[in-house]
């Protein structure tokens, strides 16, 4: 299983700081998850509020990422596509993939803070046919020089864009799906891997979810066995499971009144996760904190149970002091991370 870190910044300032400071603890934890073997490092695009609106353009987070690494892959989780001018994107991340050498991973999603959508002028109702399109007009720009593109919403004559990215025919493509079967399925007979959050049902319900992207992927041609599958997770992993329930529970009430803050300035779907208590998303599974063994025991059951190849690891949220979250992601990379590369080695 592959390890990634995973960055949707909630910001507090009265706990984390300057905005400045801010940044620099998440770069920091990211250059330095190269050297202690996390596999990728994804950034998520909000805006318009401290929940995660401090990462607006991830294209720029990463290229900034991309200095002060050499091995680590970099990926957006995701870039809100329906959002912004398909040309625009496709330049900004072919470059992200030049100036890495090769590493970027575009996932790709619709989002679901409506609020943004009202913000930018772009209807809600026709967020998810935007994305099919906007992604359509980004493989064309990253593979043919000139294109040209007649659809709903654009229309393009014998234009060139410029880079071209470095990976060809082109980076790989992660869509991500939370709730509709529909999603699950047109990423899966596209052949693209998914991007998914386990927080927001019960992992028989994701299961089932999961079996649907599967099952199209392999009725549209593509083997499932080469797809893959990676979910995110908040983690805070302690010596002491006591400090960590105390703190990890602290940071999940302040993360999720964030959110739902965010979602009701615009009427956006409810978090079914948020209504749980904290006990119940440690019980299933839903988030994973504790011990390393407690988290090496979540992850495994995840694993199991949805087929999971990755976990997107979330360790500075809600408010957690830096030098905690610190702590934990080192503990986590020492005691949980090489447990699973143990099993890839007996596998």
């Given at each position: 299983?592959?390890?990634?870190?995973?960055?949707?910044?909630?910001?507090?300032?009265?706990?984390?700081?300057?905005?400045?400071?801010?940044?620099?603890?998440?770069?920091?934890?990211?250059?330095?998850?190269?050297?202690?073997?996390?596999?990728?490092?994804?950034?998520?695009?909000?805006?318009?509020?401290?929940?995660?609106?401090?990462?607006?353009?991830?294209?720029?987070?990463?290229?900034?990422?991309?200095?002060?690494?050499?091995?680590?892959?970099?990926?957006?989780?995701?870039?809100?596509?329906?959002?912004?001018?398909?040309?625009?994107?496709?330049?900004?991340?072919?470059?992200?993939?030049?100036?890495?050498?090769?590493?970027?991973?575009?996932?790709?999603?619709?989002?679901?803070?409506?609020?943004?959508?009202?913000?930018?002028?772009?209807?809600?109702?026709?967020?998810?046919?935007?994305?099919?399109?906007?992604?359509?007009?980004?493989?064309?720009?990253?593979?043919?020089?000139?294109?040209?593109?007649?659809?709903?919403?654009?229309?393009?004559?014998?234009?060139?864009?410029?880079?071209?990215?470095?990976?060809?025919?082109?980076?790989?493509?992660?869509?991500?799906?939370?709730?509709?079967?529909?999603?699950?399925?047109?990423?899966?007979?596209?052949?693209?891997?998914?991007?998914?959050?386990?927080?927001?049902?019960?992992?028989?319900?994701?299961?089932?979810?999961?079996?649907?992207?599967?099952?199209?992927?392999?009725?549209?041609?593509?083997?499932?066995?080469?797809?893959?599958?990676?979910?995110h997770y908040q983690v805070y992993c302690c010596e002491s499971r006591a400090e960590a329930w105390r703190d990890g529970a602290e940071a999940l009430r302040r993360y999720s009144a964030l959110i739902t803050e965010a979602r009701t300035r615009g009427a956006?779907?409810?978090?079914?996760?948020?209504?749980?208590?904290?006990?119940?998303?440690?019980?299933?599974?839903?988030?994973?904190?504790?011990?390393?063994?407690?988290?090496?025991?979540?992850?495994?059951?995840?694993?199991?149970?949805?087929?999971?190849?990755?976990?997107?690891?979330?360790?500075?949220?809600?408010?957690?002091?830096?030098?905690?979250?610190?702590?934990?992601?080192?503990?986590?990379?020492?005691?949980?991370?090489?447990?699973?590369?143990?099993?890839?080695?007996?596998?």
């Amino acid at each position: 299983m592959k390890f990634g870190i995973f960055a949707l910044p909630t910001y507090f300032p009265e706990i984390d700081g300057s905005l400045g400071q801010f940044y620099q603890h998440i770069l920091q934890l990211m250059e330095d998850s190269e050297r202690l073997g996390f596999d990728c490092a994804w950034v998520n695009e909000h805006h318009f509020h401290r929940y995660g609106g401090m990462m607006p353009e991830p294209a720029v987070f990463l290229a900034a990422l991309a200095a002060r690494t050499s091995r680590l892959r970099l990926g957006t989780s995701v870039a809100l596509l329906p959002l912004h001018h398909p040309l625009q994107l496709a330049e900004a991340y072919a470059m992200v993939d030049q100036l890495s050498g090769g590493r970027l991973e575009l996932g790709i999603g619709r989002g679901f803070i409506r609020n943004d959508y009202d913000t930018f002028g772009v209807p809600w109702e026709e967020g998810q046919e935007r994305l099919y399109e906007t992604l359509d007009i980004i493989l064309k720009a990253w593979q043919q020089q000139p294109f040209s593109h007649r659809g709903r919403y654009f229309e393009f004559h014998d234009v060139s864009v410029w880079p071209m990215p470095y990976q060809r025919p082109h980076p790989p493509i992660w869509g991500a799906a939370t709730r509709s079967p529909e999603s699950f399925a047109w990423f899966g007979s596209r052949g693209y891997n998914l991007l998914t959050v386990v927080y927001l049902h019960p992992l028989e319900h994701l299961a089932e979810l999961i079996r649907i992207y599967r099952e199209a992927a392999a009725a549209s041609g593509h083997d499932p066995s080469t797809l893959q599958i990676s979910t995110h997770y908040q983690v805070y992993c302690c010596e002491s499971r006591a400090e960590a329930w105390r703190d990890g529970a602290e940071a999940l009430r302040r993360y999720s009144a964030l959110i739902t803050e965010a979602r009701t300035r615009g009427a956006s779907p409810p978090a079914s996760g948020h209504t749980l208590s904290f006990e119940q998303l440690v019980a299933e599974a839903r988030v994973c904190i504790g011990t390393p063994d407690d988290c090496v025991a979540i992850l495994e059951h995840a694993r199991q149970t949805l087929g999971l190849t990755g976990v997107d690891c979330t360790f500075y949220f809600g408010g957690l002091d830096y030098t905690k979250a610190r702590r934990s992601f080192e503990l986590f990379a020492r005691e949980v991370i090489p447990r699973f590369r143990s099993l890839r080695e007996v596998a």
